[in-house]
């Protein structure tokens, strides 16, 4: 069957500014593609980009250099994103790791999930909006009592299906998971991660899944990406990763993965990964036209 490319990244550059003359970059030439259908993972330690990456995708931040097409669209490009931005708001959904902070405290369920069907002018009546709602609360396991209810009022886990139904409800053909489950208990990550290979299986939408947890990434993803201080170190299936890791960087995560018996715990070994660090600091002079000349300062890690 012939795969089809739904997202190309292109040397992707990202800076986030401290002073006049000092920046962090935070993504250094990152490419890769997303195909149609698939669930790519993308894992590292805190601080490797994921996020800002995933930011970078959903027009959050604009990057600093680079290019990203989605569906042949160059999404960087004002013209080419204004031309197409109410294709691009409805067809991208991205769910962040926080609930409580993405979720509006003062507005019930029924209006957070209303406001995004509303804007979009989805359907034509209440009545046929308000069975959307009830659909994805019931899809993501939540009664419709829940819509009456506020954020404050549920559960971190229960919050977090409503920041799922919200995105599905817009049947979205990316969905940009953010490190969903990481501030949620053990047995609820579990359920949240059936729930999205189970939606992902009815729905066939793209689903990029950030995440620390390996195990959790081998499960549910087709291909996996390792990131380490801005740079895409490695991208591979999930198996051919697991099982023949390349990098240095990927052996040393993937050493640490938690063995359940404490036996092979006991006398398993962590692998220590070395490296250079060449996205710290950054020092950049003006040179007009908002352009800057980067001078990248080398650190041992």
């Known amino acids: 069957m012939e795969t089809k490319t739904l997202v190309e990244i292109n040397n992707l550059t990202h800076l986030f500014r401290l002073t006049k003359s000092v920046a962090i970059k935070a993504l250094s030439d990152v490419s890769f593609s997303i195909n149609q259908g698939e669930i790519l993972g993308i894992v590292g330690e805190s601080g490797s980009g994921k996020s800002t990456l995933a930011r970078c995708l959903m027009n959050i931040h604009k990057p600093y250099k680079g290019e990203i097409f989605y569906k042949g669209i160059n999404i960087?490009?004002?013209?080419?994103?204004?031309?197409?931005?109410?294709?691009?708001?409805?067809?991208?959904?991205?769910?962040?790791?926080?609930?409580?902070s993405s979720l509006n405290q003062r507005m019930s369920i029924r209006e957070i999930l209303a406001e995004p069907l509303e804007i979009q002018k989805l359907f034509k009546t209440a009545a046929e909006r308000e069975e959307h709602m009830r659909y994805h609360m019931s899809f993501v396991g939540l009664e419709p009592r829940f819509l009456d209810l506020y954020p404050p009022e549920i559960s971190g886990g229960q919050r977090q299906r409503v920041s799922i139904a919200r995105a599905l409800e817009m049947r979205p053909e990316l969905l940009v998971a953010d490190e969903p489950v990481a501030s949620l208990d053990v047995s609820i990550q579990a359920q949240i991660i059936n729930l999205f290979k189970h939606l992902q299986e009815e729905h066939h939408f793209t689903l990029l899944f950030i995440a620390h947890d390996l195990a959790m990434v081998e499960f549910l993803c087709d291909r996996v990406g390792v990131m380490y201080h801005g740079h895409l170190v490695e991208l591979a299936e999930t198996k051919e990763l697991f099982n023949n890791p390349v990098h240095a960087y990927t052996k040393a995560l993937l050493s640490a993965i938690p063995v359940p018996d404490p036996r092979i715990e006991r006398g398993r070994k962590i692998l220590e990964f070395?490296?250079?660090?060449?996205?710290?600091?950054?020092?950049?002079?003006?040179?007009?036209?908002?352009?800057?000349?980067?001078q990248d300062e080398g650190v041992t890690v």
């Open 76 to 100: 960087c490009d004002k013209k080419q994103f204004a031309a197409n931005k109410k294709m691009l708001q409805k067809n991208r959904q991205i769910i962040f790791q926080d609930s409580n």
């Open 274 to 294: 070395e490296g250079v660090d060449m996205t710290v600091r950054h020092d950049f002079n003006d040179i007009g036209n908002g352009h800057f000349v980067l």
